[in-house]
């Protein structure tokens, strides 16, 4: 799980990542997150050595607002050229 900033509101208003999807490098991931409404979105991160390996936020996404999980992870691979490799590159 790597969303930890950004996020508002107080304990039990927050969303909560379902999953955190990693490129085969370990290098890229989206994590996959539901909104106390019950709405869908997703954050874009990377992982570069010279950040000693913390994940840093490289696209907020968050604004958009999903009514399903799969909605959201289309929208993911639509916007996300290397998570669609990602996702096509799955066993």
């Given at each position: 799980m790597v969303m930890n900033s950004g996020q508002q509101?107080?304990?039990?208003?927050?969303?909560?990542?379902?999953?955190?999807?990693e490129d085969a490098?370990?290098?890229?991931?989206?994590d996959i997150f539901v909104r106390p409404d019950g709405t869908f979105g997703f954050k874009e991160f990377r992982r570069d050595p010279e950040d000693a390996?913390?994940?840093?936020?490289?696209?907020?996404?968050?604004?958009h607002i999903f009514p399903t999980k799969d909605d959201v992870l289309r929208a993911a691979?639509?916007?996300?050229?290397?998570f669609a490799k990602s996702i096509k590159d799955r066993p």
């Amino acid at each position: 799980m790597v969303m930890n900033s950004g996020q508002q509101g107080e304990s039990g208003s927050r969303p909560t990542v379902l999953t955190s999807l990693e490129d085969a490098d370990g290098f890229r991931c989206v994590d996959i997150f539901v909104r106390p409404d019950g709405t869908f979105g997703f954050k874009e991160f990377r992982r570069d050595p010279e950040d000693a390996g913390r994940w840093t936020l490289t696209g907020d996404y968050s604004h958009h607002i999903f009514p399903t999980k799969d909605d959201v992870l289309r929208a993911a691979v639509s916007i996300l050229p290397w998570f669609a490799k990602s996702i096509k590159d799955r066993p």
